[in-house]
Antibody, heavy 120, light 108 residues
Framework: QVRLQESGPGLVKPSETLSLTCTVSGGSVSSGTYYWSWIRQPPGKGLEWIGYIYYNGSTNYNPSLKSRVTISVDTSKDQFSLRLSSVTAADTAVYFC????????????WGQGALVTVSS | EIVMTQSPATLSVSPGERATLSCRASQSVSSNLAWYQQKPGQAPRLLIYGASTRATGIPARFSGSGSGTEFTLTISSLQSEDFAIYYCQQYNNWPPWTFGQGTKVEIK
């Protein structure tokens, strides 16, 4: 059974960089079968796809966040990471990592989510 | 970007009754439409993909229909564990993949 687990600081100051890591167990990020995404959900609101990474490092980002987002992968640790720069209170959200088969497929496994609050 | 609009925002249903949720896309997404269930404090769970195919382990009381721009999720007989928020998501035109704003199914 695949399991995804987010980790990282729960509090980030405005203008700083948010950093989260997703650790995959029961599967491998380097399998080449799946794409690995970050999705966020502000408190009480809907879901927003942030971006994905493939095992070879190729990425695709939501145009609305592209200028501030970097997603990277560490295949040796079965981890992928999110960095979101210049954060504001509007970036306060639960951040989920998830996987899909790429392109025209849904997200079939999700992590439990990590709440990140942006506040001074 | 494709905008997904769900209705109603809240649906009040009695246990055992039928629930019908709607999702509309701003342009055709073919059958590349998924439904997710989310309970408080949990991640979304995939229920339906390809507009009408149940994901592994999903009970038969959940069914999806539609194509193009109009989609429906039906829960034939609501159980206590079905009270949750339901999201639709299109994965036909990307980036970005986009979600609806959700329909909350609450106990009447």
């Amino acid at each position: 059974q695949v399991r995804l687990q987010e980790s990282g600081p729960g509090l980030v100051k405005p203008s700083e960089t948010l950093s989260l890591t997703c650790t995959v167990s029961g599967g491998s990020v380097s399998s080449g079968t799946y794409y690995w995404s970050w999705i966020r959900q502000p408190p009480g609101k809907g879901l927003e796809w942030i971006g994905y990474i493939y095992y070879n490092g190729s990425t695709n980002y939501n145009p609305s966040l592209k200028s501030r987002v970097t997603i990277s992968v560490d295949t040796s640790k079965d981890q992928f990471s999110l960095r979101l720069s210049s954060v504001t209170a509007a970036d306060t959200a639960v951040y989920f990592c998830a996987r899909d088969l790429g392109g025209n497929y849904p997200f079939d496994y999700w992590g439990q989510g990590a709440l990140v609050t942006v506040s001074s | 970007e494709i905008v997904m609009t769900q209705s109603p925002a809240t649906l009040s249903v009695s246990p055992g009754e039928r629930a019908t949720l709607s999702c509309r896309a701003s342009q055709s997404v073919s059958s590349n439409l998924a439904w997710y269930q989310q309970k408080p404090g949990q991640a979304p769970r995939l229920l339906i993909y390809g507009a009408s195919t149940r994901a592994t382990g999903i009970p038969a009381r959940f069914s999806g229909s539609g194509s193009g721009t109009e989609f429906t999720l039906t829960i034939s007989s609501l159980q206590s564990e079905d009270f949750a928020i339901y999201y639709c998501q299109q994965y036909n035109n990307w980036p970005p993949w986009t979600f609806g704003q959700g329909t909350k199914v609450e106990i009447k």
